[in-house]
């Protein structure tokens, strides 16, 4: 079984800001397994990364995913007042489609 | 335009059953994996059950294998999850979501709006 690690947990930032959140996994996997996804309150998820690298439809260039192995990073670039959020990373594919914890940006 | 609808949220007692619907719109849950996930108050997203797009191939996390089975009626375009032997940890919004290894995205890539289970005595 694979779990996701997401750090941090709370992140407190201001506009403008560049920030990268990290998505540490038990054991190694493919980069194409890898997607991201933002959640505002009282709000589904929305996919932003899949593949770890591949913006979903819509998605601004501001953000982009990286990584591979056991370690992968959703950086964005210059934040937004609409990407304070909740971000999550997920295994997905196979017989496994776990998520991380999650990490929550706030604005400072 | 893709839409997934859920219904069939609802309180239930501990030990009890409860099955949940998403009718889907816009494409065909044949033709698609398809997943349900949860979000328990507060807390983070759960993977509950998949179904890849084959209808052959399911699975579930040991949280709630053998107790929760994921199906699709494909006359009616529609996803199910019939859950039994809830429990209170099971109180949770239940989304119904798209996978899109179809269209070539390794991801969940629409999400339905979610039903309420909660589970109390």
């Known amino acids: 079984e694979i779990v996701l690690t997401q750090s941090p947990g709370t992140l407190s930032l201001s506009p403008g800001e560049r920030v990268t959140l990290s998505c540490r996994a038990s054991q190694s996997f493919s980069s194409r397994n890898l997607a991201w996804y933002q959640q505002k309150p009282g709000q589904a998820p929305r996919l932003l990364i899949y593949s770890a690298s591949s913006r979903a439809t819509g998605i601004p260039d501001r953000f982009t995913g990286s990584g591979s192995g056991t370690d992968f990073t959703l950086t964005i670039s210059r934040l937004e007042p609409e990407d304070f959020a909740v971000y999550y990373c997920q295994h997905y594919g196979g017989s496994l489609y776990t998520f991380g914890q999650g990490t929550k940006l706030e604005m400072k | 335009q893709v839409q997934l609808v859920e219904s069939g949220g609802g309180v239930v007692q501990p030990g009890g059953s409860l099955r949940l619907s998403c009718a889907a719109s816009?494409?065909?849950?044949?033709?698609?994996?398809m997943l349900w996930v949860r979000q328990a108050p507060g807390k983070g997203l759960e993977w509950v059950a998949v179904?890849?797009?084959?209808?052959?191939?399911?699975y579930y996390p040991d949280s709630v294998k053998g107790r929760f089975t994921i199906s699709r009626d494909n006359s009616r375009n529609t996803l199910f999850l019939e859950m039994n032997s809830l429990r209170v940890e099971d109180t949770a919004i239940y989304y119904c979501?798209?996978?899109?290894?179809?269209?070539?995205?390794?991801?969940?890539?629409?999400w339905g709006q979610g039903t309420l289970v909660t589970v109390s005595s």
């Open positions: 979501v798209r996978g899109g290894v179809a269209a070539g995205i390794q991801g969940a890539d629409h």
């Open positions: 816009g494409f065909a849950v044949s033709s698609y994996g």
């Open positions: 179904t890849w797009s084959d209808g052959i191939n399911k």
